[in-house]
């Protein structure tokens, strides 16, 4: 994912809708892989809120974005999508994609562990 961005960031008032998109051309979805997003707020730590496993098909949002996030990889267009929808200001972030090669972790992997990391875009909620 060195190779790639993040795209769709922006400033949007609550309640409004983003979408995020990750071109990853050279990252290979034919192996078994782990991707998600991951975001880091001013003075906080980076975390991740949604991640997929290729080998399981699993699924899985932190729970401060479940039901308002949802997530996809495009095996086919090597992109991996965040639909992000009723934002509210604690969403506030910088929005970082990141990947790894292997099998299902059912959440999302520690930060250190992610070995693929795109450039992040950032995501301005107004109340």
């Known amino acids: 994912l060195r190779s790639s961005c993040a795209s769709g960031g922006g400033l949007v008032q609550a309640g409004g809708s983003l979408r995020l998109s990750c071109a990853a051309p050279?990252?290979?979805?034919?192996?078994?892989?782990?991707v998600g997003w991951f975001r880091q707020a001013p003075g906080k730590e980076r975390e991740g809120v949604s991640c997929?496993?290729?080998?399981?098909?699993?699924?899985y949002y932190s729970d401060s974005v479940k039901g308002r996030f949802t997530i996809a990889s495009d095996n086919a267009k090597n992109t991996v999508t965040l639909e992000m929808n009723n934002l509210q200001p604690g969403d506030t972030a910088v929005y970082y994609c990141?990947?790894?090669?292997?099998?299902?972790?059912?959440?999302?992997?520690?930060?250190?562990?992610?070995?693929?990391w795109g450039e992040g875009t950032q995501v301005t909620v107004s109340s």
């Open positions: 997929f496993s290729s080998s399981d098909g699993s699924l």
């Open positions: 990141a990947a790894r090669y292997g099998s299902s972790w059912h959440v999302c992997p520690p930060t250190y562990i992610m070995g693929y």
């Open positions: 050279q990252f290979n979805f034919r192996e078994d892989y782990v």
